[in-house]
């Protein structure tokens, strides 16, 4: 396995590195979505993510805290996803990479203590669903989206499918025809190599046919100790009235019921993408923090 160095050298996130980082992540309760080793690789061209160890005699995980660090067009940043370094490095810490992104709620007491400045990362936050309501969408609040997803049915002949390795090809020629419809690529490339790499990072999700077509599928894993599951990917081509309404209840009906919420990430501050997110009731929010230097 290749070797994590002391802060502040640091090294690229490989896929060798699962094997350690995994289980680690899944040890987390909180259930930050971008707190997955998946995640961590797939979106390191984008965030820049670097990762360095801090010897901590005493602490957890055989002594060391694992550091990821990052850069957001110019604005660096790190993050400490199994927990928080001695105050000598994280002043260390916070003079080189100025703010502590994706901090959790039972960090935030401490850091206040210690004269830090929190900011609620609303833009950020995850939206929490009980599993069993997005599958029965009960009441007269989802009455519309019952009536979208039952139009859908009577109009068209469909089928879903475990995306296994034989039906990756058919959920990149998904995510092909998504890309064209929009006027940028998004998250294209991290969600091109989950796809490529579905296996070894150990990620699941569902295909979606009409007509024997492939027009949708979702993609994700669990976290929060396995008691949820966060979509990191959902694509459908465009042209089928209710198609994303009908799945999102059909993956919310077939993934097994040990898990009591599903994550579906963030809104990244954009009106439309809040209000779709908001229209499902949310149980609740995974809430994340930005800590910046004392004032």
Known sequence: MKKIPYYPQSVDIELELREYLHPMFQALSEGISEFTFANIYLFRKDHLYEISKIKVDGSENNGDIVVITGNDSGEKFFMLPFGIPPIKYLRTLFENHRTLKCASRSQVELLLDMGYTVFEDRDNFDYLYHRQHLADLPGRKFHKKRNLIKAFINNHSYEGRPLLD?????????????RRNRDNDGDYYPAREALEKCHP???????????????AYSLGEENACGKSFVIHF????????????????AFASIITEYYETINREQDLGDEGLRKAK??????????????CHKL
């Open 234 to 249: 959902e694509k459908a081509v465009t042209g089928y009235k209710g198609l994303w309404q009908f799945v999102n209840q």
């Open 201 to 215: 990072l150990q990620l699941c999700g569902g295909i979606y046919y009409v007509d024997s077509k492939p027009v």
């Open 166 to 178: 034989e039906y990756i090809p058919h959920a990149l020629e998904i995510l092909e025809k998504w």
């Open 278 to 291: 908001l229209s499902y009731q949310p149980s609740g929010f995974v809430k994340k923090y930005r800590i």
